[in-house]
């Protein structure tokens, strides 16, 4: 019984000590927004987006397959040599549509804005 107690006890600890030594926060879950038969949806991580780019990219896909139509890298953050890059990373952290204008709208972690012209495949930083 107190043998149990100690390892539980040793294992929320050690649960703690590795959240209090973390680098960053995960970036904040982007939900996917809709436009014309087109899901487009936050790719965050390298391993999952084909590049080694952490944060900014976007992927479109057909809503009636789920195919990747395209990606695009809206931003890319320079990286300091000798700094840990998972402290640099800049996720996007907002995404919406302007239906008006045929865009997407981005906000990152640092607060700027892009525009992404769905049509064009191109971003615009504008704040």
């Not at 987006?49 to 057909?62: C, E, F, M, Q, S």
């Amino acid at each position: 019984m107190i043998r149990s107690a100690a390892i539980i006890g040793l294992c929320l600890l050690g649960g703690y000590m590795s959240s209090v030594h973390a680098k960053r926060k995960a970036p904040t879950r982007v939900e996917p927004v809709e436009l014309a038969g087109v899901r487009y949806a936050v790719d965050p991580w390298a391993t999952e987006n084909g590049t080694r780019i952490k944060g900014g990219v976007i992927k479109a896909h057909n809503l009636e397959t789920n195919a990747v139509l395209w990606s695009l890298t809206v931003y890319v953050v320079e990286q300091t040599p000798g700094l840990e890059s998972d402290v640099q990373d800049v996720f996007i952290k907002r995404l919406s549509i302007d239906p008006s204008k045929k865009r997407l709208i981005i906000e990152n972690e640092r607060n700027h804005t892009y525009w992404v012209d769905v049509e064009k495949r191109v971003s615009v930083h504008v704040l």
